[in-house]
């Protein structure tokens, strides 16, 4: 218990400060109350799998034309999530959009929403298996639960559309969760794409319909991080050479 490793201090402080046996104990309980709260945020983090802890405060918005600031921290207010709508971030690599989504899933985390993250790829490797074993319906609500489902680079992994199952499979998460929790995807293929790299047009013309339905569609059409510290970097290295 958080009492227990400062109970000293605040023993010896409320001496100080002369503080009635109440306001110790008011103090005690404040200091339990949001030490429980910070052990659900860490449980509620560590469960959504999130690979990293990215920020909004670390994204480059000044570097970043393409999005807009306040659109974004609007949306990282997350009522979209109480609505129980999607959010759809769209742009080429390097613009951002898993900077983006991360930091927001990170917020449904610290909001003690049930949150999770997985890869486009991971999620249809994973259910696809599932069927050998008999735990697909396991596997699914487990993508189809949680309150905020982050499905991070749609269309950067191009294997998937070698098995039209793909499509069924996609389906199967986006329809469970229609208008039952906030899906949140990010991807670098337009929708006319999603056919080809699902394996199954007609399929995925249902799932977009879902998809575009309910959900903020955000546009990032701006440079590319990584190209630009790639050039940052040869620049320097020829700097050094010369010098």
Known sequence: MAIQ?????????????????TELLERLLS??????IERRI?????????PERKLLADFDFVFQTGVDKTQV????????VQRKQGLVIAGNSGTGKSHIAKA?????????????????????????????DQSF?????????????????????????QDSRNASLFFKVIDGRYCKGSTLLTTNIGFSELGDYLGDPVVTTAIVDRMVHHSIILNIEGPSWRMHESKKLNTQARKAKKS
Request: glycine letters at 2%; a negative charge; one cysteine or more.
């Open 137 to 161: 319906y396991k596997k699914l609500r487990s993508y189809t639960s949680p309150d905020i489902l982050l499905i991070d680079e749609v269309g950067f992994d191009r294997l998937e559309q």
């Open 73 to 80: 921290m609007e949306i990282a207010k997350l009522d979209f």
């Open 5 to 21: 490793r400062v109970l000293d201090r605040e023993l010896s402080e409320s001496a100080q400060n002369a503080l009635t046996p």
């Open 42 to 50: 860490e449980r509620r983090i560590t469960d959504s799998k999130l």
């Open 31 to 36: 200091i339990e109350a949001n030490s429980m």
């Open 104 to 132: 927001l899933l990170l917020i449904g985390c610290t909001q003690l929403y049930r949150c999770r993250y997985t890869t486009a790829a991971d999620m249809l490797a994973e259910l696809m298996a599932s069927r050998a």
